[in-house]
């Protein structure tokens, strides 16, 4: 059965601390794992889509990383603003659009 | 470039009576997905469409929840009649691409509450 387990349920940190959260799978072939933040009161906002082992993807301080079990989102010198719920999803080859969602890491960062 | 619009934002009801909830995709947009998330559950996926036509409603919980996409500009979720255990936030998100292989994109989302 496909699965996706993240960790930890949440996290706090100074600001500036870096840290990573671990999104682990089990799909039968991945098609994409995909990362998302959502604030409190809004929508899933999509970060990035790795797609094979090896693959890394960065956006202002997030950077994502994908092996063939999991996944890591490194926050490098983490401010405030970061601070929201981190999800995790994957599709696998037995699906063309449903994707398997995590319970998210909720991360927040004290100034 | 506006992101999906969901309508209303908030709902307050009382059991047994119908709730409509409402979704515009992103123009040019194919497929449409109504998610529902709960502290306990988490994100599940209620229906998809792909232009216009529902696909998969697996997820749908019971005969009570209903969704319609008339056109590709706009879908509706309807629950008839509400119960206490249908409050939660109800999402819709739309991709680019048919089966959406890349990114959804998710609107802010319908806060459900019923009495």
């Known amino acids: 059965e ?12 100074q600001e500036g601390e870096s840290s990573s959260l671990n999104c682990s799978y089990t799909v039968s072939g991945l098609r994409g794992l995909f990362w998302y933040r959502q604030d409190p009161g809004k929508g899933p906002e999509f970060l990035f889509t790795l797609y094979s082992a090896g693959e890394e993807k960065e956006k202002e301080r997030l950077k994502a990383t994908l092996t ?6 490194h926050i490098t010198a983490p401010k405030p603003e970061d601070s929201a719920t981190y999800l995790c999803a994957v599709r696998g080859m037995d699906s063309n ?15 | 470039d506006a992101g999906v619009i969901q309508s209303p934002r908030h709902e307050v009801t009382e059991m047994g009576q119908e709730v409509t909830l409402r979704c515009k995709p992103i123009s040019g947009h194919n497929s449409l997905f ?26 749908m919980p019971e005969d009570r929840f209903s969704a319609k996409m008339p056109n590709a500009s706009f879908s509706t979720l309807k629950i008839q009649p509400s119960e206490p255990r249908d409050s939660a936030v109800y999402f819709c998100a739309s991709s680019p691409r048919s089966y959406s292989y890349n990114e959804q994109f998710f609107g802010p989302g319908t806060r459900l509450t019923v009495l």
């Not at chain 1, 996706?4 to 996290?11: D, F, I, K, N, R």
């Not at chain 2, 109504?34 to 997820?59: A, C, H």
């Open chain 2, 34 to 59: 109504w998610y529902r998330q709960t502290m306990m559950r988490g994100l599940e996926l209620l229906i998809y469409f792909n232009n216009n036509v529902p696909i998969d409603d697996s997820g």
């Open chain 1, 68 to 73: 063939k079990k999991e996944s890591f989102l």
């Open chain 1, 97 to 111: 659009y449903q994707l398997i969602w995590g319970a998210g890491t909720k991360l927040i960062i004290k100034p």
């Open chain 1, 2 to 13: 496909d699965q996706v387990t993240q960790s930890p349920e949440a996290l706090r940190l």
